[in-house]
């Protein structure tokens, strides 16, 4: 995988900050609040068809139900349809490492392989190298629709996109200041940011986010373990729930259930190669047990996705990882960029580029399924450890304006360490021209998912899609 900001790492600071500005020309900040659909727009239904084509189908209908579940949801889902829109807008040409999918669910708590809880961006299914403005615009329209949900004021809701679009270049200035080192090493610890925060958060803002803290610390492997498996005469095994968790051995028929037990065996080890010598010792301690198929998300839904279950010293000592199908990344099609060789490396290279504090079990593989004989591109992590998820539905407009700086000054952190911060801050400056573009976008964009939301809704009603309440 190629750094972004590749360019211009060889061009003084003053050259960096000049590329910056010039970017102004091909793309004008106070263009960025225009959206408007055109006729010849891509049919959104038309769009996640296309991606339900490839995925598992009798699981399929599970995530048009949840799409129609709320327009949030919905948006959740959508990635594919927005990285549609935005790459027929001009863009900026100031490419970072995307995440790709940065709506405000996507970050949240996690723990640094040092046990400290951090905050960060969770979610790298599609991240891809791309114009650092579509990371910051999808964010944007995500605090709008979540807002709208609550029944916030259009005030309340812009309130909440300035504020984080401000902290994303805020800090993405202080960065363009910073040493490269200083870039690569800051990190957003919880506890820290709660001590800096503390000042401007409500007296009941500051009892929630401490509870948050202290429950994202008991979200631990050992209560995934205590709620997905139990205790059978073969021994300890993952629970089944049909069909949102179905062991492997209810997917396959007898006959093939030895052949298929080799073949996981072999990709195992193919996934034990990917990772640092250190954390492979660590993993031979640990011996496969049992393996199934889970439905995780709502824009994944229907990608294969299995939880695999290990032991180590005994039945009290688990390792649970997830393995999930890494597909193409929505925004590849639009990028114009280099094509992977496979898309779970693709996945975890852009984690570990952009994520200050990744999963040390994290990597890649490659299996051909016995249940239909397709190779298909997988990353692997720790199932849970420590994350803490919000809850944007039981917050007040102060609270929403909290998160929204919280995400802003985290994505401009992970946008730091690939793209290059002193062309960004100077395309960006230091009035809030930018900030009020990116409000009226995401004000535009959240009418779009909302009639997006509505089509969906006919395609169900008129049978052209299958939605499934679950």
Known sequence: MST????????????RAAYGRDARKRAPRSGHGRYEAGADRSDPIGVIERQSATRVQDLVPIRYGRMLESPFRFYRGAAAIMAT???????TGLRTQLCGDAHLLNFRLLASPERRLVFDINDFDETHPGPFEWDVKRLAASFVIAARANGFSTA?????VAECVRAYRTRMREFAGMHTLDIWYAQDDADQMRALTASSMSKQA?????????????????QAFAKLTRVSAEGRLIAPDPPLITPLRDLLADSS?????????????????TLSSERRHLLRRFHLVDVARKVVGVGSVGTRCWIILLLGRDDDDPLLLQA????????????????Y?????????????????????????????????HGRDFYVRQLRDWKGIARPETWDP???????????????????????????????????????????????????NERDYEALGAAARSGRVRARDL
């Open 4 to 15: 972004p900001s590749a360019f211009t790492a060889s061009l003084a600071p003053d050259e």
């Open 341 to 373: 060789d496979n898309q779970g490396r693709r996945v975890v290279a852009g984690q570990r580029l952009i994520q200050t504090t990744s999963d040390i079990f994290l990597g890649w593989t490659h299996i051909v399924s016995g249940l239909d004989g």
């Open 257 to 273: 259930a030895g052949a298929e037990e080799k073949e996981l065996q072999t990709v195992f080890e193919e996934y034990a190669r």
């Open 398 to 448: 102060g609270m929403l304006r909290l998160f929204g700086k919280l995400c802003g000054g985290s994505l401009a952190r992970a946008h730091a360490r690939s793209g290059d911060p002193v062309a960004i801050a100077a395309y960006l400056g230091g009035g809030d021209r930018f900030d009020r573009a990116l409000t009226e976008f995401a004000q535009a964009y959240a009418d779009q």
């Open 85 to 91: 829109d935005l790459g027929r807008l001009p863009d």
């Open 156 to 160: 309340e809701q812009d309130a909440a």
């Open 206 to 222: 500051r009892r929630r986010t401490a509870e948050a803290t202290a429950k994202a610390r008991t979200r631990t492997h050992l």
């Open 324 to 339: 999930k199908e890494a597909q193409e990344s929505v925004l590849a099609a639009h990028t114009g960029g280099e094509r």
